[in-house]
């Protein structure tokens, strides 16, 4: 049984930290070092100095976190509202030139182990991530940036009740293209109709893995009522502005992949500028070419789940980047397909891959499977910042 709650959130008080849009950050995984220098010089209270904060002489990046906690919260920077409330969020992007909206909310979602089936993943994840979350959230005690979720909203109930309790915003940025409002559903009779409604759902985790074991690992060093739960952003996955990008793949040194492709794949050209209308499920880029693989009836798939055997990041995986990692091959991933082909240049190769639709990574998730690491790019990334949530709420 999925339990949400609502939660006190911690916000920023624009009188005294200025624009909210010059105090977000993205979440620490897709923070550069260039980007963090950017962040750090927007403002003094850019939560980047929380979120991926900097090692200073004196003490290390997470003493340094805790720290400004400390200070913004004692100087009334941040503030902790006095009522608990579920805080809904409207983020406006664009893709492709199109406005897109997507709606979900903030609240408290209670942990559950991962084999329980309440709370679900869908990608394997990297140990070192969680390492330094875990000390972070230690260091802390504070859920700084919040697990993406999704749940089936089939009827749209859910959907009604979050346009109906949409009242007056109480933070709201602007950032070029992007528009991040959020407000609180704080209606006790609302708030207790969106719990039910979810009570019976199973989540699936979209992004933030490692911060959901992360919070499961904490949970069994701190046993607060506060330790139970983890900051979430919750999202129907069927809401319009639900956007999956592929995670594409670019080789440096292609010897090995060009072997792998030759043995399990044909080959067939295909123009660069028909790649958004064919979407093939594989491609490699290299220089100026484009290629379309297609998986050799032959090529042997059996150590797949079947679950998800057809999938094209699963075969692009096994037969292609399994013996270019054996080989020693470097390999680093891009979500942007423009800049994935861009790189494939002086010898390097993109593999770019098709993305998955939200159903198809329920019924991953459903039949107790994880894809490999890197298969799903939710866009946007949601803002840290926004709302923060202390483990000691009361």
């Known amino acids: 049984m999925a339990e949400v709650r609502p939660f006190r959130g911690l916000r920023y008080d624009d009188a005294k930290a200025g624009r909210l849009a010059d105090l977000l950050c993205p979440p620490y995984d897709v923070i550069s070092e260039e980007l963090r220098t950017e962040l750090y010089a927007r403002s003094p ?113 859910i959907a009604s009740l979050l346009a109906r309790a949409r009242k007056h915003a109480v933070g709201d940025a602007r950032q070029a293209e992007e528009r991040h409002t959020i407000w ?19 989540i699936y985790i979209a992004d933030g893995h490692h911060r959901y074991e992360t919070a499961l690992a904490y949970r069994a060093e701190d046993k607060s009522e506060g330790a139970r739960f983890v900051l979430a952003y919750l999202c129907a996955l069927n809401d319009p502005g639900l956007r999956i990008f592929a995670t594409h793949r670019v080789v440096q040194g292609d010897g090995a992949l060009e072997r792998a492709a030759d043995r399990f794949f044909t080959r067939a050209p295909i123009d660069a500028g ?18 379309q693989l297609a998986v050799r009836p032959d090529a042997d798939l059996s150590a797949l789940p079947p679950t998800w055997r057809s999938l094209p990041v699963a075969q692009a995986e096994e037969l ?38 939200p159903q198809t990574l329920r019924r991953v998730a459903d039949a107790g499977e994880r894809l490999p690491q890197k298969t799903t790019y939710f866009y946007p990334k949601v803002a840290a910042g926004l709302v923060i949530r202390s483990l000691e709420e009361k």
């Not at 030139?97 to 942990?111: D, E, V």
């Not at 869908?122 to 140990?127: R, S």
């Not at 028909?274 to 290629?291: R, V």
């Open 45 to 157: 209270y850019n939560f980047v100095r929380v979120e991926y904060a900097r090692d200073e002489p004196s003490a290390d990046r997470y003493a340094v976190a805790a720290r400004s906690l400390a200070e913004w919260t004692a100087a009334g920077t941040l503030r902790r509202d006095a009522k608990p409330a579920f805080y809904g969020y409207d983020h406006v992007f664009v893709v492709d030139g199109a406005k897109q909206l997507r709606r979900g909310f903030f609240c408290a979602l209670k942990l559950h182990a991962l084999d329980e089936g309440v709370v679900v993943p869908h990608e394997l994840t990297f140990p070192k991530a969680k390492a330094d979350r875990l000390e972070l959230l230690r260091r802390t005690r504070t859920n700084t940036s919040a697990v993406f979720a999704i749940y089936a909203d089939d009827d749209g109930a």
């Open 184 to 202: 609180t559903l704080d209606d006790d009779r609302a708030a207790n109709e969106l719990r039910e409604r979810l009570k019976n759902a199973r």
């Open 274 to 291: 028909a790649i958004a209308d064919i979407q093939p499920g594989i491609a490699l880029a290299h220089d100026s070419s484009l290629t």
């Open 320 to 357: 292609l980047l399994r013996e270019v990692r054996d080989a020693g091959a470097e390999v680093t991933y891009e979500h942007d397909t423009a800049r994935a082909i861009a790189a494939a240049k002086g010898g390097a190769t993109a593999v770019l891959l098709r993305a998955i639709d």
